[in-house]
């Protein structure tokens, strides 16, 4: 027996040349999947569609997104469609990118769903888009860890948080971010509990092996980045860091090579680089830590005198700080995937 068919809640995705195919044809299909999907595989009689699912760009012309992908959309912005809800998928952008000035007529389009009380989500990237318009401006938000110098430099208006999978931009959770390239899952998973029932996320959690990211996204941050910045004393005092930071004299060593007052470089290497030169020290570091931990089967007490601290306890500290694991549960999590990485390269061997 099929259920009465409830009103269908309307979803918009918004599609863009820059647009991620896996993240937009993903929710597509999830969407589309809830309420039917894990009945078919159960033999449960009682399915039902949960959602209409539509691609919105700025033409209903065809055009191909990220990767040559095709994209034919259902609806372009000057139709008279009024969504329930408007998605922002990820979209393929650089580390210094942003989208304003680009698609006015989307950015209207995308604020005017806002005022009709349209629920707007964006996952990844997608948060790029939906800060180029207004709409996150003296909100918290989240998008890929990549993107926060970003965001910290064209958008100072907009509290950038790095480490969530999911955020809410006010308490009534009308507009949603999510995190990093496959926060689209999470999202995904938020959209079906908050708007169907949790009951449903669940299952369709299970049938497509989709993971709620509860660790957020500190443990796959790369601590290093290499900042674009014009300063010359500063670049050499990076270098003289990567080179040092095991010693216990690293900050010294740097400070020395400078030749400029000591106040004189934190001041430039903040204004710079983002970062104070104990937090670059740090970083650097536990980044090597990361690896170590990743690659071999040292115990922690050795990594951590390798890395270049004597405090066990302290550097069991920080190393959660900054990646939101202990370094055991680190370990545990990405060991794994070398393992992977070796069995597939005896196979091709």
């Known amino acids: 027996m099929t259920l009465p068919q409830r009103p269908l809640i309307e979803v918009a995705i918004v599609a863009v040349p820059e647009t991620a195919g896996s993240a937009l044809y993903g929710m597509v299909d999830v969407l589309l999947a809830a309420g039917n999907l894990w009945q078919t595989l159960v033999r449960s009689?009682?399915?039902?569609?949960?959602?209409?699912?539509?691609?919105?760009?700025?033409?209903?012309?065809?055009?191909?997104?990220?990767?040559?992908?095709?994209?034919?959309?259902?609806?372009?912005v000057k139709d008279s469609y009024i969504p329930e809800i408007v998605i922002l998928p990820e979209i393929w952008l650089g580390?210094?990118?942003?989208?304003?000035?680009?698609?006015?007529?989307?950015?209207?389009?995308?604020?005017?769903?806002?005022?009709?009380?349209?629920?707007?989500?964006?996952a990844c990237s997608g948060a790029i888009m939906l800060a180029s318009t207004g709409l996150l401006d003296g909100c918290d938000a989240t998008s890929h860890w990549g993107y926060q110098d970003l965001f910290r430099k064209n958008f100072p208006n907009i509290r950038f948080k790095p480490a969530p999978n999911l955020i809410l931009a006010d308490v009534s959770g009308q507009i949603v971010t999510a995190g990093g390239t496959t926060s689209w899952h999470d999202l995904v998973i938020h959209i079906i509990s908050r708007h169907c029932s949790p009951g449903e996320a669940l299952r369709i959690a299970k049938v497509y092996l989709l993971k709620w990211h509860s660790?957020?996204?500190?443990?796959?941050?790369?601590?290093?980045?290499?900042?674009?910045?014009?300063?010359?004393?500063?670049?050499?005092?990076?270098?003289?860091?990567?080179?040092?930071?095991?010693?216990?004299?690293?900050i010294q060593k740097t400070v020395e090579q400078a030749k400029i007052p000591e106040r004189t470089l934190k001041r430039r290497f903040k204004t710079a680089t983002g970062s104070t030169l104990i937090e670059y020290l740090q970083n650097l570091r536990i980044e090597e830590a990361k690896h170590q931990l990743e690659t071999n089967d040292k115990s922690v007490e050795s990594i951590c005198y390798e890395v270049g601290y004597e405090d066990v306890s302290f550097f069991r500290r920080l190393f959660k700080r900054l990646t939101g694991m202990t370094p055991s549960q680190y370990r545990q999590m990405f060991q794994p995937l070398l393992m992977v990485s070796n069995l597939a390269e005896k196979i091709d061997r």
């Open 45 to 76: 009689e009682e399915k039902t569609r949960l959602f209409s699912v539509r691609i919105v760009a700025v033409t209903d012309a065809p055009f191909a997104c990220g990767n040559g992908i095709p994209v034919r959309p259902d609806f372009s």
């Open 95 to 122: 580390p210094d990118e942003d989208m304003k000035g680009r698609y006015p007529d989307l950015m209207d389009w995308i604020c005017q769903q806002h005022a009709n009380g349209a629920f707007i989500y964006s």
């Open 215 to 250: 660790e957020g996204q500190l443990p796959y941050e790369s601590l290093v980045r290499n900042n674009i910045h014009a300063d010359a004393v500063v670049k050499v005092c990076e270098r003289s860091l990567q080179k040092f930071f095991r010693a216990r004299d690293a």
